[in-house]
């Protein structure tokens, strides 16, 4: 028996020796990786704005990088707390269950944020915009599984203006996650990470940056003339700030800022971005990142453009302003890099959440096909069309474009509820707007394999959904007539920029379809680690060869 074992063991070890090594055995890795989200880009904001952009920012990720051309989100809806899920778990909402920003809870009968988590406390703060964690988040991300799998030695951290966009890329194991209390104007963090805010992160609050960029109003930053990508400064399609009777430039920010929310009015300007900019070098610096044996993961989300595509939607001069200041924070970051931990040794991706549509009712004017939905009267209607039916207020709650059916009250007045949930889906199909609406019974009954069902399909889930669910048509919003909004399965929502740019990127652009998916997939392979334990994506395969 000992004979026989030596045998094997020499022979093993003649093996290795020989220099026969499994092709992913020695790879090199970044030292760090860098995630940029940016809030509401769309994939065309490169094209338009290009020739205004500097060399060094957007331009230099698209002419040393990668730049997949068509990426798209696959499921609905595209929001800020489901879009920044799926990117770093390589999923959807009907596998990580993150539905939507905010949902109707049956077991509660309230609304849950998606970063809601009353067992934890606010580090920073003594406001409610601390009470936050990722415990919703059903499924692990890329960077839970990179501190996974290098024992905990790669440091994680997370950063954004939102606290949902700082949090769910951090994972559940992040070393920490910071976003912005604009009560405050800081910095924050939760106890589910730490009970006292870093040295580091105390000084950077105390030299009170948000009052500095706030302090002067903000103008654009060529010649208002030079804005030929965007319609006329003064146009009725834009929001107004409090005690503006114009929406024009300059927004006269001091003036402005005490009746539209203080230092959180920092938002919905391109310095959110300066800002959050300013805070990712902070945490480069000082957490040493990049600087130890395993790889380090900082994912940085810039709210601002989402705030701003809100306020004054994507033909505005304002829109146009923040992508080109953008630019230059992007430069300065890229710039940093460089010269911090260089060019080769850190793989940096720069995706976007979600995209958006043309203001709904700009498009009316140009005689497109668009409308509004007033989800509130559709609910009122619905709700009484089934009382007259069925003697009793069935509807719970109309959320995200998901009716919730009272259960109980079925259950008790004997219905059956697929009955229910097919006579308000008939209902809905016939109001304005309307594109079509699938019932929670199809749902899990019945496998579609494209089109706007399937993405409805992807962004169910069955603990979490509602009984009846209603697609819009194309550039149909429950919005306000300023501003624009997002969420659809309509390519102006899901086409998103992708650009993979630094350590063992080779410059190229595809126009191949790919998903938001393959995005946690892709880094897995990279990186040679597990992927997030809910991954539905595959690997980008001109990236991964
Ligand atoms: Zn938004």
């Known amino acids: 028996m000992k004979f026989t074992l030596g045998i094997i063991c020499s022979l093993f070890s003649f093996t290795l020796t020989a ?42 990720l698209v002419n040393e990088g990668f730049f997949c051309r068509n990426t798209n989100y696959n499921y609905v809806p595209t929001y800020t707390g489901p879009g920044h899920t799926s990117i770093y778990t390589g999923t959807t909402p009907a ?79 992040a070393n920490a996650a910071y976003w912005y209390d604009g009560s405050i104007g800081s910095f924050i963090s939760s106890t589910y990470y730490m009970t006292a805010l870093p040295g580091w992160v105390q000084e950077f609050n105390k030299k009170e940056l948000p009052k500095k960029y706030m302090s002067e109003p903000w103008n654009t930053l060529l010649p208002i003339d030079q804005y030929t990508e965007s319609i006329q400064d003064d146009n009725k399609y834009e929001s107004l700030a409090k005690g503006e009777s114009k929406s024009v430039f300059p927004h006269d920010l001091p003036k402005l800022m005490a009746a539209n929310g203080g230092l959180n009015m ?35 989300s810039f709210s601002s453009p989402d705030y701003i595509g809100h306020a004054w939607g994507p ?46 009712s700009y498009l009316m004017d140009l ?115 300023t501003g624009t909004t997002h969420g659809s399965p309509y390519s102006y929502d899901t086409h998103v920029p992708l650009i993979f740019y630094g350590w063992n990127i080779k410059q190229g652009s595809s126009a191949e379809q790919v998903y938001i998916t393959d995005v946690a997939a892709t880094l897995a392979m990279m990186l040679n680690i597990q992927f997030p334990n809910g991954c539905t994506g595959k690997p980008i395969p001109f990236l991964v060869k």
């Not at 880009?41 to 094209?47: A, V």
């Not at 960077?143 to 951290?157: A, G, P």
């Not at 805070?279 to 610096?285: Q, S, T, Y």
């Not at 889930?461 to 009846?468: I, Q, T």
Request: one cysteine or more; a neutral charge.
């Open 95 to 173: 596998v990580h269950g993150i539905i939507a920003n905010e949902w109707f809870d049956r077991k509660t009968g309230k609304y849950m944020y998606c970063a809601e988590d009353n067992a934890v406390n606010g580090v920073g703060t003594s406001s409610g915009e601390g009470k936050r964690s990722p415990v919703n988040n059903l499924t692990t991300t890329i960077t839970d599984e990179l501190r996974i799998s290098s024992n905990m030695k790669s440091k994680v951290i997370g950063i954004a203006l939102k606290d949902r966009s700082a949090i769910m890329p951090a994972g559940h194991v």
């Open 19 to 60: 220099g026969k090594v499994p092709p992913a055995a020695a790879p090199s890795k970044p030292k760090l990786v860098v995630g940029i989200v940016v809030d509401q880009m769309r994939y065309d904001y490169i094209y338009r704005y290009w020739d205004k952009f500097g060399n060094d920012g957007f331009r230099r």
């Open 315 to 360: 033909n505005s001069v304002e829109q146009e302003d923040d992508y080109l200041r953008l630019d230059k924070d992007l430069a300065e970051l890229l710039k940093f890099i460089d010269t911090q931990l260089g060019k080769d040794n850190v793989l940096v991706f720069l995706t976007a959440d979600h995209a958006a549509p043309e203001v709904p």
């Open 367 to 481: 005689k497109v096909p668009a409308g509004y939905v007033d989800e509130g009267k559709l609910n009122a209607d619905l709700k009484n069309y089934l009382k007259q039916m069925y003697g009793d207020t069935l509807v719970l709650s109309m959320s995200n474009q998901q009716v919730f059916l009272n259960h109980k009250v079925i259950e008790d007045k004997k219905l059956m509820l697929q009955q229910v949930q097919e006579d308000a889906a008939a209902f809905i199909q016939k109001m304005d707007g309307v594109s079509e609406v699938i019932t929670a019974t199809t749902m899990n009954n019945a496998a579609f394999v494209e089109g706007s069902r399937y993405l409805m399909q992807k962004g169910y889930n069955a603990k979490r959904s509602g009984d009846v669910l209603i697609n819009y048509l194309p550039a149909w919003v429950d919005y306000q007539k």
């Open 266 to 300: 920092i938002r919905s300007t391109p310095f959110g971005n300066s800002l959050t900019k300013d805070f990712a070098i902070e945490v480069i610096k000082n957490e040493n990142l990049g600087k130890s044996a395993a790889t380090d993961f900082l994912a940085i």
